[in-house]
């Protein structure tokens, strides 16, 4: 374990070394902004509306007309700065030659994927606290309900976790960042509308391809519901890729 | 302390390492010693379980790289090719970490650290960033996290490469000291710190290994002939002819000439001194003998000669081979 946390503080200190992690942290907090903005003005517009007996919903609710979307929004923005994150671990250390330095010092695969896992996820869970301060607006303006709140969290959480796994698994592919980068970016976006399709094509094919989305799995979550099902498949993806990742890494040293 | 058997390595169809088997005792400088990709590198990579063997096996401090490679990883330290630095890092923080993952018991991390970073010379480049390290201070940055957790068997890659003269000197002197209490193989292409440093060497050029041996035997017992250089002062005479007529002399190459003086190199059959012979077939012609000196072979035509099978000069190949199956069957 502390070898893990070894390598997750390493990869930390390298994120916040560089501007990476700055740059990541603070654009995600500038799009965040005006996603919530925008839907703070969608929602004023609407109470105001109910208020005045002007039409439009029956009933207005902070969480399901203002946070559960935002949550949703969120994904758009992981989409895009997830794949930054995670294009360099691996393959920043192959092409400078530091993995010789992890992969003959007394730690297992398993180790070094957890630890560059845990530190990506640390990263990720600090680029999502800097949106509690949006989350607090409301809660110091108005009433919302707390526990839709908390689990929207976990899906997020468990959301990037399956993007940050998977950006691992690419980036322990090859020794080019710029091509970890875009192929995870690529297969986000594939993994974000895979059941785009879903409309054209037949019942069983339809629930596979709903199943697969990423994103499908996150509304429950941000609408407070914690469903099995999506836990599931969050945590099986993670596991999944994570075990691709040491598979990788494997047959690396076999190939040379 | 380490035992190499029958090491093969091939990536796909290219064979790096064929049927390489070597041992290094306790205590002992081991110099690697070939021209590049000659297989040094891969067959660090294998003893410091970076690669796994295609066949054969490598045991490092009484463990089989591939069945307890975390038993012989925690005993090695290693210094690959190009130092495995992060840019981003201090010195300091870098070594930190790297103690940290070579399983440095938390109360000593901040001890061995320190002691290192005055071992290889980098004491006050603590709070320097890796990244903005010159090649010779990488270097032994790199040095000095191989020795961070005190291992039993040190693998150094080229050591000394990118060091200035001063550092050069120093860093042997270190690997010296550190012979005796450790085990260090080292490979490099720079022949004189072979003689300086190691107490054997093994020669290894297409992956296979063509000589073991101290630098000293290496240099005497692989010489097949005895050279001699003679310089003669014989205006117009045709001296190659009448020395190549000695009985025992297999060889006279002419070489420079500076008026009427020329010098010869002249090969004769081992073992065989035809120094006599020379001087009274000079000296009876009339012809003035100014210089008569024995060649000794350097390291460094030893290592030419096992590990180049082609050169401009057209009698050399059938002696590489000969040798290089001299070796061999050693």
């Known amino acids: 374990m502390s070898n893990v946390l070894a390598i997750a503080r390493k990869e930390l200190q390298s994120y916040f070394a560089s501007p990476v992690a700055y740059v990541v942290i603070g654009f995600s907090a500038i799009l965040f902004g005006w996603f919530f903005i925008n839907l703070l003005y969608f929602f004023d517009r609407a109470s105001m509306q109910a208020g005045m007996g002007l039409g439009g919903p029956e009933a207005v609710n902070v969480n399901e007309m203002l946070i559960s979307p935002l949550f949703l929004n969120v994904s758009v923005i992981l989409l895009f700065t997830l794949p930054l994150i995670t294009m360099r671990t691996y393959a920043e250390e192959k092409r400078s030659g530091t993995i010789e330095l992890l992969l003959t010092s007394p730690l297992t695969d398993l180790q070094i994927v957890m630890g560059k896992f845990l530190g990506g996820l640390v990263l990720y869970a600090g680029m999502l606290a800097v949106t509690l301060v949006h989350m607090g607006f409301l809660f110091w303006f108005g009433n919302p309900e707390w526990r839709p709140v908390a689990t929207g969290y976990l899906g997020l959480l468990l959301m990037g976790g399956c993007f940050l796994s998977l950006g691992l698994f690419i980036s322990s592919l090859t020794n080019n960042q710029i091509i970890a980068g875009m192929v995870t970016f690529a297969v986000f976006l594939l993994f974000w509308i895979i059941n785009w399709i879903s409309t054209f094509t037949g019942p069983t094919m339809q629930s596979v391809l709903n199943y697969l989305s990423i994103t499908g799995h996150l509304s429950d979550f941000a609408r407070g519901v914690i469903d099995t099902k999506h836990l599931v498949y969050y945590v099986s993806f993670i596991a999944f890729s994570l075990f691709l990742t040491v598979r990788a890494v494997d047959s690396e040293r076999w190939r040379g | ?330």
């Open chain 2, 1 to 330: 302390m380490i035992e190499v058997q029958h090491l093969t390595k091939r990536y796909g169809p290219t064979t790096a390492v064929n049927d390489v088997s070597f041992r290094v005792e306790r205590g002992e400088v081991l110099g690697f010693l070939g021209p590049n990709g000659a297989g040094k590198t891969t067959t660090m990579r294998v003893l410091t379980g970076y690669m796994p063997p295609s066949e054969g096996k490598a045991i490092v401090a009484g463990y089989d790289v591939s069945d307890q490679p975390l038993e012989a990883k925690r005993r090695t330290g290693y210094l690959p090719e190009t130092p495995p630095l992060y840019p981003e890092m201090t010195v300091h923080e870098y070594l930190a970490f790297v103690a940290r993952i070579k399983g440095v018991p938390r109360g000593e991390r901040k001890a061995r650290v320190g002691s290192v970073m005055d071992r290889t010379g980098v004491a006050d480049m603590g709070n320097r960033h890796c990244g903005k390290l010159s090649k010779g201070y990488r270097q032994r940055v790199g040095l000095a996290q191989a020795l961070l957790h005190n291992p039993e068997v040190l693998i150094l890659d080229e050591p000394t490469a990118g060091l200035d003269p001063k550092h050069i000197i120093e860093t042997r002197e270190l690997i010296k000291q550190l012979g005796g209490d450790h085990t260090v193989i080292l490979s490099t292409h720079i022949l004189p710190e072979v003689s300086q440093t190691c107490q054997r060497v093994v020669i290894i050029n297409k992956g296979r290994v063509v000589a073991v041996d101290t630098p000293d035997n290496l240099t005497s017992r692989l010489r097949g002939s005895e050279t001699l250089y003679v310089e003669v002062d014989a205006p117009g005479a045709d001296v190659e002819t009448v020395l190549g007529a000695i009985p025992g002399v297999t060889q006279v190459a002419p070489g420079d000439t500076r008026g009427s003086f020329t010098g010869f190199e002249v090969n004769s059959e081992a073992g065989r001194d035809v120094r006599r012979q020379l001087a009274s077939a000079i000296v009876t012609r009339g012809w003035g003998l100014l210089e008569i000196r024995p060649l000794r072979m350097s390291l460094e035509e030893v290592f030419l000669r096992l590990t180049t099978e082609e050169t401009a000069d057209p009698s050399a190949p059938e002696i590489a081979s000969t040798h290089a199956e001299e070796a061999t069957h050693e």
